[in-house]
């Protein structure tokens, strides 16, 4: 959708220290992750995406003769450092786990191996696009799951977050499981369904509410879902609803798809009684639809509650992830080439899970074979190999007393980060916004049940290979005994 | 910023019911008003902003051959609707109240009067913008509040909601009183200032901090604030930085601004020490600039426990205003027009406050003329008069007995609801976005300090005119005698 050049995209100091490199004529080879430390909304995993913007927004960096005017203005670039910027392009490589994967903390979504001023200016966007995205999709999974496989329509595009954040962010719902969106741009530019009926605009414009339903019905004959909330749902919307259903049936043109929508008030109360006169009045495959304030905790209790809704419009708390409205993903680095190696960096803080893992590092995912479950995830750095004919021993990085040895023929293990960007040319096609969501049914179809729970949720283990423990380790009391050695 | 054509940012309902108006042969021009009901985050105002890009998308509104083959696609509109949206452009009439105004709930922001297809069409992408970008603004103001006056860099970009959050985020964080962003590409676009030195990443590129930090002063000599938190703030950071800022000062060269940021840790405590230190070494004009999780109530408590920073740099929790991600602003029917007459509309609720403000209507901003502060806000037909030279009687409109009479030469009335379009011609030109932040804080003075206290703060009272009053009343009997007799 983003048609204009997003190469100013950037935080600021990424170009005062990308001037600083270049005036010091370094432009090692670096090694960036990006990664999250906890997931959003208290879920047991997180759907990665956003993936594609990412790809389309490298292929097109470059700046224009208007952007180094611009920066030539602010008098803190010098005109070698501007020419090079008008020469820029991306040379790097980039790796990444696909759009619409379940994926957990410390992984690296994207991993970008590039010189080092390259790799910083990208920074700021690539996580502006991967923790918009990822949040959302995330979001959608749960709202989903909450509604047990019925339809779940994304509606927030008037309360999101601006544009964007309407229609990538409906994009990404679609990825988590909805099955359309209201959005017209959204649907339109990525081939997704566009879905609504009329708003309570529609009723309070005619000179009553059983005229607004039977025009209604008359221009949309195969898909008649009819708002029934505009005066008196119960008193009024319904019973209405149920006379033009009738006067459709007496014509003999019922709706191949038809029902209503409840848009406030208690919705399962309503549901419920509407239900019945709808079901009294023989239209027992009436669609009831529900939108208001709904999210996963609501839809989950209306569900408990044996509310006899069938179809779900989620708006305000799904695109802009209310509860949660950002995704932390981060952009450290672990390595910088010197004289053709890379040497591990690593990041300090007081909270040991907050340390980096240094080195140029994948992921290799562990299936039980039985299950086809995820039995863990392993982050190990790319020169290792494993042999899965072989017992593996998996152990929890912080807590270290916690292993498991998995027997060969019981364990299966396949890398997830993938190549994207090879030497500046993008090496991957990304598939369409439908084929990612079946995918990502796929990948959740790989968690158990238990970490797909919406309230404290199972974790999954992302541990590190023993050769990165020790790696990690190592760098961590070098530095130290540095630091009392100051 | 945003340079495609939004015509399709709209929701899929909008395009169903023009169809359903375009073939009932109804295009009676209508009243649409934008309005919230409930202030952001617990605040007693909020900063309405976003009218620029309304007014950019109001323009550039029309169908490109491509989006109507789309909507061809979708088998669900007819060729003579289809060829009417080929030819679709804006004719009505918008009024808005300027952006950068403190306004209340219940007031009218926008107001559409256009034939209904247009109105109707605009709804999903004047909501989406304005309630953004108000959101956003609305933070900012209560961020700045907290920081008395010091300067707050807005530095969310990476994990705004996509692009546009992140950009036309940032412009609304400005115009709320931050001093500048991060973000270049806002910057660029909006001329304001783009802000900010070096990352974690600078520091670990080097062999030690010490050489980070000369490398960055001797490129950067006008300004230079050094990031000290990347090994140990205190035992390393400070120390490293202050013996830079000595070989400064002995080389005479001690830089125009220059000074630290804390990035992590217990933000009083470390700023208390640095601020020691730093004071110690003679730099006692070296600021202190502090970012890490930061919000309006995080910085208030800081203040309040004397933490020694003097400008602040605050992310996430501005630019997704995440306590409160979304604002409510909602687009009503408020009257149809029938032989040249305004039929007033109104959209019951079983929520008093809900219920919906009939007819076309205006406000008036009622100051004490003593003071200058707001003393309420009166919403009133346009159709109505008013003579500061005679008493006012106004009242709350829920709780009637709270009634005040202003006194001539005691109160002034200001309308502040302004033409921006009529008969689809833009009348209006936006201020700069300096300009409005200026603006804006001439507003914010306007406010009863009580009104802007961050916990339960004073409301300002929006009353309707006897008027108004009455004419709801009247509708409201009449619709509820109506369904007495159903």
């Not at 991306?90 to 957990?104: L, N, R, S």
């Not at 081939?191 to 039977?214: C, D, K, Q, Y």
């Not at 898909?223 to 149920?242: E, K």
Request: hydrophobic residues 40%; aromatic residues 10%.
């Amino acid at each position: 959708m983003i048609k204009e050049n997003l190469t100013l995209l950037t935080d600021f100091y990424e170009l005062t220290m990308m001037q600083g490199y270049y005036k010091n004529n370094r432009n090692d080879r670096v090694v960036f992750d990006v990664f999250y430390r906890t997931n959003p909304s208290g879920s047991g995993y997180a759907i990665c995406a956003g993936l594609d913007l990412v790809i389309q927004y490298i292929k097109e960096l470059h700046f224009t003769y208007e952007d180094i005017s611009y920066l030539r203005s602010l008098n803190i670039f010098d005109e070698d450092f501007l020419d090079y910027l008008a020469g820029f392009h991306f040379t790097g490589d980039v790796y990444a786990i696909p759009e619409g994967t379940v994926v957990f903390p410390m992984e690296p979504l994207v991993k970008v191996i590039a010189p080092i001023m390259e790799a910083q200016l990208i920074e700021t966007a690539i996580l502006n696009i991967i923790n918009h995205q990822s949040l959302i999709a995330t979001k959608a999974s749960r709202v989903c799951y909450a509604a047990r496989g019925e339809a779940v329509m994304e509606f927030g595009l008037r309360r999101a977050q601006g544009p964007d954040a309407g229609t990538l962010g409906a994009r990404a719902a679609v990825i988590g499981g909805c099955v359309g969106t209201s959005n017209v741009l959204c649907a339109k530019e990525f081939g997704v369904p566009a879905l609504g009926t009329h708003a309570h605009s529609w009723i309070m414009s005619f000179e009553n509410e059983l005229t607004a339903f039977r025009t209604y019905a008359e221009l949309y004959p195969s898909n008649t879902t009819l708002l029934v909330d505009t005066y008196d749902t119960l008193r009024s919307g319904v019973p209405h609803a149920i006379q033009v259903f009738k006067e459709l049936r007496d014509a003999g043109k019922m709706p191949a798809k038809y029902g209503i929508r409840l848009d406030s008030g208690d919705l399962a109360y309503l549901s419920k009684k509407s239900r019945q006169m709808l079901d009294d009045a023989g239209f027992i495959d009436a669609g009831i639809c529900a939108s208001s304030d709904l999210d996963e905790y609501l839809i989950d209790s209306l569900k408990s509650q044996g509310a006899a809704i069938d179809s779900w419009g989620v708006g305000t708390n799904l695109i802009t992830s209310k509860d949660c409205p950002a995704f932390g993903g981060v952009y450290k680095l672990a390595a910088i080439e010197q004289n053709g190696t890379f040497i591990p960096k690593i990041k300090l803080s007081e909270n040991q899970w907050k340390i980096t893992n240094p080195g140029n590092k994948t992921i290799y995912r562990i299936y039980e074979t039985d299950t086809g479950k995820i039995k863990a995830d392993l982050i190990a750095l790319v020169e290792e190999t494993f042999d899965e004919s072989k017992p593996l021993l998996i152990f929890d990085p912080i807590s270290t007393w916690k292993k498991t040895t998995l027997k060969p023929g019981k364990y299966k293990m396949k890398e997830i980060l993938l190549p994207v960007f090879r030497n500046g040319t993008c090496v991957y096609e990304s598939p369409t916004v439908l084929e990612i969501k079946a995918y990502c049914q796929e990948q959740l179809a790989t968690l158990w049940d238990e970490t797909r729970r919406l309230i404290n949720p199972q974790e999954v283990y992302v541990d590190l290979s023993k050769v990165l423990f020790d790696l990690k380790n190592e760098i961590l009391d070098t530095v130290n005994s540095q630091k009392e050695s100051d």
